[in-house]
């Protein structure tokens, strides 16, 4: 029998972005939420108000995305990731997109469904920047993951795979007839130490962007691991 009084978890759904921890590890080890698999046919995202998972719009051309794909927990994309972003490209005044930090998984196994936590391992990233704005893409692979679990950095990752991985996010949002690309750039391919730093500066934007938020879920969190 527990003794230990329930926490609100127990009765309503944690919002996957400010509800979840992203975990005593991070940025080593980190939870995160995953919106897409690469089976998707329709372009899921987080409803940000209501924490439920929606349907942006249907994927019209072949496009589709290599690796599940999802939202670092308790991260913000502003002032600092863009900092950030802006020294290591030498351009001036880039900002954060105003999101949670976006992830790519790399699994062996097929998974069939999004809505879920995984507990990830990041490993590197892609410096993006859509229309001036950083739009950083972390690459983890599955913790414990028999074929990509051994892997500790962007590097040593197949360069097919990275190269998949850029051709998606340069081309996703392109239209026959238009051309988008022009407004989306990848500007580095970068490893393990710089995604470290990507994600401390995505939970520093976000504790100083969401502090309300965020010192109520330490409040719980604590309470939680007292009683």
């Known amino acids: 029998m527990h003794n230990s009084a329930p926490s609100m978890n ?7 972005w400010h509800g979840v921890a992203i975990g005593e590890n991070a940025p080593e080890i980190l939870t995160c939420y995953i919106e897409i698999v690469p089976t998707d046919t329709v372009k899921y ?11 942006d719009r249907p994927q019209k051309y072949s496009n589709y995305c290599p ?22 490209t030498g351009i001036p005044g880039i900002m954060g997109d105003a999101d949670p930090l976006d992830i790519c998984v790399l699994v062996e196994k ?17 410096r993006t920047i859509d ?11 599955l913790k414990g993951d028999l074929v990509y679990g051994h892997i500790t950095d962007i590097r040593q990752c ?15 949002k392109d239209c026959p007839g238009e051309s988008t690309t022009q407004h ?20 520093k934007d976000y504790k100083e962007n969401f502090s309300g938020i965020w010192n109520e879920h330490q409040e719980i969190s604590k309470n939680g691991r007292t009683k």
Not at 131 to 141: F, L
Not at 158 to 172: A, N, V
Not at 184 to 203: C, F, N, P, T, W
């Open 10 to 16: 127990h009765f309503f759904r944690a919002h996957p």
């Open 45 to 55: 995202e987080l409803d940000k108000e209501s924490g439920f998972l929606k349907v």
């Open 67 to 88: 690796a599940l794909y999802g939202l670092v927990p308790q991260t913000y994309c502003a002032k600092h990731v863009g900092d950030f972003c802006s020294f290591k």
């Open 110 to 126: 097929p998974i069939l469904r999004s809505d879920i936590l995984m507990e990830v391992i990041p490993i590197g990233g892609l």
């Open 131 to 141: 229309r001036h704005e950083s739009d950083d893409k972390i690459i983890a692979v």
């Open 158 to 172: 197949p360069s097919h795979l990275i190269e998949r991985l850029k051709h998606y996010f340069l081309t996703y």
């Open 184 to 203: 989306m750039e990848i500007k580095a391919v970068y490893g393990r130490e710089e995604a470290h730093e990507v994600i401390r500066m995505a939970q």
